[in-house]
Nanobody, 120 residues
Framework: QLQPSGGGLVQAGGSLRLACAASGRTFINMAWFRQTPGSEREFVAAVRRSGHTYYAESVKDRFIVSRDNAKNTVYLQMNNLKVEDTAYYYC??????????????????WGQGTLVTVSS
């Protein structure tokens, strides 16, 4: 089970931190995706158990993904938020290969979405 927390409303330029606690098992890959109504779920960031991180170009240099393996929790620090970052954010866990880390099909376990709204 993956339980996210930390969504909310923030002004453009502000920051938010999402967290997602996993229970029952651990994962090689933990990731964040986001989705807006009528759009496909898109990759945001991922972190391997080793600590290596991967980002979508749209969030690189603004978002930081990290994980605490002892707490089995993944975090997404979102800085300099933009209106276009508004979406439901989903955490995911899986054990897929590195080359597929950005694909939704790589992840078998998903948390419920948490809404992030960025106002202008």
């Amino acid at each position: 089970q993956l339980q996210p927390s930390g969504g909310g409303l923030v002004q453009a330029g502000g920051s938010l931190r999402l967290a997602c606690a996993a229970s029952g098992r651990t994962f090689i890959n933990m990731a964040w995706f986001r989705q807006t109504p009528g759009s496909e779920r898109e990759f945001v960031a991922a972190v391997r158990r080793s600590g290596h991180t991967y980002y979508a170009e749209s969030v690189k240099d603004r978002f930081i993904v990290s994980r605490d393996n002892a707490k089995n929790t993944v975090y997404l620090q979102m800085n300099n938020l933009k209106v276009e970052d508004t979406a439901y954010y989903y955490c995911a866990g899986g054990d897929g290969i590195l080359s597929a880390i950005r694909g939704t099909s790589t992840y078998r376990y998903w948390g419920q979405g948490t809404l992030v709204t960025v106002s202008s």
